[in-house]
């Protein structure tokens, strides 16, 4: 790492501390907006704050997946982001789909860990003799087990971009057949066509639910058949 990719970390590092100046005198302008009492200027800093956050969080997605691919291959910086993006926007319908339910089981991991902490904190300390008050050690259990969690959780979060990033690569480089047959498991196919279905289906229930909504215009010049 400190022979051969210390500049990658270093760029790296470059464009999201950028990225964090950015940030923060968005958040400088967005307070004297504020202080101003202009309703437009308000709208505005809300406006670009947001659209900053959303690079961040874009940025740090792609940084995140170009350095999996200089971990994997070996590549320079650049060409490990360009290859990255390349496979993620090739596979895009894999990606949301990927990230839709990811999300949402991570998210629900890390409620679920911290919920079960509390009430076995609460079950062991409550009716404990010499404390006066709980809340206090409870909030202090609580916030570092959401820490420890939501640092758990982020490695697990760069082993499911590793394995994803491997299987577009699969999908790309091979076709299934029998000359160029398939890396993965069949688990992880099993699973990416689960998450394909999945996402199709969502997709279509949307669809269908704005042509429902949409208005019927009938031509005047033919009158509608009963």
């Not at 947001?50 to 940025?59: K, P």
Request: with cysteine; glycine share 6%; aromatic share 12%.
């Amino acid at each position: 790492l400190i022979r051969f990719h210390l500049g990658s970390l270093c760029l790296g590092s470059w464009i999201i501390t950028i990225i964090k100046a950015i940030r923060m005198s968005m958040r400088v302008m967005h307070w004297i907006a504020w202080t101003s009492n202009r309703g437009f200027g308000r709208l505005i800093a809300y406006f670009i704050n947001w659209l900053i956050a959303q690079l961040d969080i874009f940025f740090r997605y792609l940084l995140r997946s170009a350095y999996i691919i200089v971990a994997k291959d070996g590549l320079p910086f650049l060409e490990a982001a360009s290859k990255s993006n390349d496979l993620i926007f090739k596979s895009l319908i894999d990606v949301l789909a990927l990230n839709h339910v990811g999300d949402l089981v991570l998210t629900m991991g890390r409620l679920f860990v911290v919920v079960i902490a509390g009430f076995f904190g609460y079950e062991i300390m409550y009716g404990q003799t010499g404390v006066t008050s709980i809340f206090l050690p409870m909030t202090i259990a609580i916030a570092m087990t959401f820490i420890i969690v939501h640092c758990l959780v982020t490695i697990f979060e760069m082993t499911i971009d590793t394995i994803f990033l491997c299987y577009c690569e699969d999908v790309q480089s091979n076709d299934g057949s029998a000359f160029k047959p398939y890396f993965m498991s069949m688990g992880l196919q099993n699973v990416m066509d689960e998450l394909k279905k999945h996402g199709a289906e969502s997709k279509n229930k949307e669809q269908k639910n704005g042509d429902d909504s949409a208005p019927i215009i009938m031509n005047e010049a033919q009158p509608a058949v009963v």
